[in-house]
């Protein structure tokens, strides 16, 4: 028997609705003429086309291939709600705020849709047949969820709900299933990751007390810690051995954010326990930062990082 997923999703219908574009060809050139300088108006526009295309019930590889679509676009308009590019749109403030709260909504719709073909698939059985489907889906699923949590992030907003359970749900399913290493399909020519490295990399922006940094320093940081997240590993098991730093607590079963070990004592309970080791990472980093002269050293995002990173121990916490 398999066990059950929790991905919440939108309730489907099998009504026809005549006003969503279904032809990947005219979707496409309608997301094309949007207007460039207007975010706002385009995020809306979307959202509105979006949104009713995840409550309409439709054929797996039909949905996929309009996702492909959206994505591209949304990706595009993601990018420009990053709060220094945010700034430079000739937009009111009322229309910034509508672009920042939309844009999280943007992200978790098309999140929604690749939950939609991920629960089809796995309640099917599906995702056995075809585990490159089942493993891209769940991989875009992941990059949206990260996106969104990213974007709260960029503006110091309270996390998306149960963005955490879903999370390590994914990756715990992708894990299961072999397929948490595969390449993202290139439908740009944007550098891709897979499902693990977007993971890890997420779960160490989320250790960084992100919600003190400087605005417009999110993005960076992510972008610093995609760049190392592969030298990181996610081991089975709620201990470890030797010193605690540069390791880190996750329960794969739970809505929690990731833990520092060093504010923890070995062993600690959980339902699905496990340890990212990111010590790797972290030295990779500090080799980066030792190739900078030592004037620059403290406003490389690096610095910042590895100070989050390994934060320091309280003699009451040594014990």
């Known amino acids: 028997m398999q066990t059950p997923i929790t991905l919440t999703t939108p309730e489907q219908h099998d009504f026809e609705d005549p006003t969503l574009e279904l032809d990947e060809r005219r979707l496409q ?3 094309g003429e949007l207007p460039v300088l207007n975010g706002a108006e385009s995020v809306r526009q979307v959202l509105a086309a979006l949104e009713p295309l995840n409550e309409q019930r439709l054929d797996i590889d039909k949905r996929l291939r309009l996702l ?8 595009r308009l993601y990018e420009a709600a990053e709060p220094l590019r945010l700034r430079q749109l000739p937009l009111s403030q009322q229309q910034r705020q509508a672009m920042v709260d939309d844009v999280e909504r943007l992200c978790l719709a098309v999140a929604n849709g690749f939950k939609i073909v991920i629960k089809e698939l796995y309640v099917a059985g ?10 891209q889906a ?3 699923a992941v990059e949206q969820l990260a996106a969104a949590l990213l974007h709260s992030y960029r503006y110091y907003r309270p996390e998306p709900p149960l963005v955490f359970l879903e999370l390590n749900q994914l990756y715990r399913l992708a894990r299961h299933h072999g397929v948490h290493d595969l390449e993202a399909d ?3 020519d944007a550098p891709q990751m897979n499902l693990v490295g977007i993971y890890q990399a997420i779960n160490l922006m989320a250790l960084t007390d992100p919600f003190s940094i400087e605005e417009g320093q999110a993005d960076q940081y992510f972008h610093v810690l995609s760049q190392h997240a592969a030298g990181a590993r996610i081991l089975p098991g709620n201990n470890w051995q030797g010193v605690p730093e540069g390791l880190y607590f996750i329960d794969l ?8 070990c060093v504010h923890l004592k070995s062993p600690v309970a959980g339902e699905d326990p496990h340890i990212l080791d990111a010590r790797i990472s972290l030295h990779e980093m500090h080799n980066v930062l030792a190739a900078v002269p030592a004037d620059r050293q403290r406003r ?4 910042s990082i590895l100070r ?5 121990v309280t003699p009451r916490e040594k014990r």
């Open 29 to 31: 050139r309608w997301l």
């Open 308 to 312: 989050a990173l390994l934060p320091e």
């Open 138 to 140: 769940l991989r875009f």
């Open 186 to 188: 290139g439908d740009d």
């Open 300 to 303: 490389r995002p690096e610095a």
């Open 253 to 260: 079963l739970s809505d929690s954010r990731p833990r520092h």
């Open 68 to 75: 492909a679509v959206y994505r591209v676009t949304v990706r």
């Open 126 to 135: 599906a995702q056995h047949q075809n585990k490159e489907r089942f493993g």
